[in-house]
């Protein structure tokens, strides 16, 4: 089976084709370096996304707390991903770049903004 591709690497954003078969790369043109096909290779046989979204809080001064995994997740577990990010509250405050939550499908989940308590 062939696909088009964009490599997102750089800015070059060369335009790829890519031939595959049975979930494996089997050859990639179009590409000017080996970071084309590294992404290509991964795009067709183990696509991961950095996951953005946010977190319901109580208590703080911010309602919703944006949150992000610190690497890229399996496509595959986001819509899981997006339960598991349901459930969450954060009650205590925090600063961007705090792990909200570990072990967070083979990342962390960490707040890239920061809350504090809220004033009553
Ligand atoms: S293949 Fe290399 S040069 Fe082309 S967009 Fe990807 S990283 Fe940039």
């Known amino acids: ?59 703080l001064d911010l309602r919703m707390l944006p949150v992000r995994t610190d690497k890229p997740i399996p496509k595959q577990a986001l819509l899981q991903a997006m339960e598991r990010i349901r459930k969450i509250r954060v009650k205590e405050p925090v600063r961007a770049g705090d792990v909200i939550a570990q072990d967070f499908f083979g990342a962390n989940l960490i707040a890239t903004r920061s809350a504090t308590r809220e004033n009553v």
Do not use: F, Q
């Not at 335009?15 to 067709?44: F, H, L, Q, W």
């Open 1 to 59: 089976m062939k696909k088009e591709m964009i490599c997102i690497e750089c800015p070059k954003g060369c335009r790829m084709e890519v031939y595959y078969g049975d979930g494996k790369t089997v050859e990639v043109n179009g590409n000017m370096c080996p970071r084309g096909r590294e992404y290509a290779a991964s795009e067709i046989e183990d696509p991961r996304r950095i996951l953005t979204s946010s977190v319901l809080c109580e208590g």
